[in-house]
């Protein structure tokens, strides 16, 4: 079972490692985009989980260039690492959704720079004209593009609640797309929807098996102050996982994925400014130890023949 530079799943540190032959860092910048969830074109108000900027709130400043906000970044890990390759991920809000001569100079700036190995870039599948896959192919051709879509779940029900914007159906026909393409795509899902069981979470994830996708992002559900979630927590409280709550799902998920689907996160940290709960995440580090221990020390994977 221990595979994967002896963890116990399919993390992206290993993947990295393994193709580059080096580990490469992630640097987030911010293109200064906007939503069509949040300026009428899908919804107004955005996600009801999104923070005001909108989930890139680890993201670069918008006020400098995207070669200046590289700069910045390694800047940063260098102070900490040697450091010699990078991922340039366009993170706040919706990363294609804008002029598309606009989107091509920014990417462009991003792969141009001789140490970002992987241009990556989060989005909504409501947001992939033709014109903009056009571009991300071409891209693709210079360096390795991947593409992040916020699925979160596959139940309806869920999804309009949480004002996600778009039916499953466009979430299929992007991911059809982007393959076509030959780009790498990466879907999120957030744990914990407030009224999702535990099959319904691993509905999602068996859906996702079938699907022509090569990673995953397990993340928490966060309540941030100043977002809609956060009012309705206030109003109506709903259930939020202790720490072994979560461990237990995220084993339950792991266990399940398919092993060439690589782990791009399993948990998360809102910033500690805003963070309602739950408050455990913001120990980022302990959570990550403590789900090691719990996966080594549980045989989460008996009965799974694809982990023998």
Same mark, same amino acid.
């Given at each position: 079972m221990d595979r994967w530079d002896g963890r116990r799943y399919h993390s992206l540190d290993f993947e990295l490692k393994h193709t580059f032959g080096e580990k490469v860092y992630k640097i987030t910048l911010n293109g200064g985009m906007t939503c069509p969830n949040r300026d009428g074109t899908a919804? $107004?108000?955005?996600?009801?989980?999104?923070?005001?900027?909108g989930s890139g709130d680890f993201a670069g400043n918008a006020a400098l260039s995207v070669t200046e906000q590289l700069r910045a970044g390694k800047e940063q890990l260098? #102070?900490? =690492?040697p450091v010699h390759s990078y991922i340039a991920y366009f993170q706040a809000f919706t990363n294609t959704y804008g002029p598309v001569e606009y989107l091509e100079r920014i990417f462009t700036e991003a792969v141009q720079d001789p140490e970002v190995?992987?241009?990556?870039i989060a989005t909504r599948p409501?947001?992939?004209?033709?014109?903009?896959?056009r571009?991300? #192919? =071409?891209? $693709?051709?210079?360096?390795?593009v991947?593409?992040?879509?916020?699925?979160?779940?596959?139940h309806p029900e869920t999804a309009r609640f949480?004002? =996600?914007?778009?039916?499953? #159906?466009v979430f299929d026909e992007a991911v059809k797309n982007l393959r076509r393409i030959g780009i790498t795509v990466i879907v999120h899902v957030i744990l914990f929807l407030?009224?999702?069981t535990e099959e319904m979470m691993l509905e999602t994830i068996d859906y996702l098996n079938r699907c022509d996708i090569q990673g995953i992002k397990l993340q928490l559900l966060h309540i941030l102050k100043g977002t809609d979630l956060a009012q309705i927590y206030a109003e109506t409280p709903f259930f939020v996982p202790d720490l072994e709550a979560y461990l237990r799902m995220l084993g339950m998920c792991i266990a399940r994925l398919r092993p060439d689907l690589v782990i791009h996160r399993l948990t998360g940290d809102g910033p500690k400014e805003l963070l309602i709960a739950p408050l455990w995440t913001g120990a980022k580090r302990t959570v990550l130890n403590r789900l090691h221990q719990y996966l080594k020390g549980n045989d989460i994977w008996q009965g799974k023949e694809y982990y023998g």
């Open positions: 919804g $107004n108000g955005g996600c009801i989980f999104c923070s005001a900027k260098l #102070s900490k =690492r190995k992987v241009l990556s409501d947001c992939l004209g033709e014109d903009v896959l571009l991300l #192919s =071409r891209l $693709n051709q210079i360096k390795p991947w593409v992040e879509l916020g699925l979160q779940t596959i949480i004002r =996600r914007g778009y039916e499953r #159906s407030p009224g999702e």
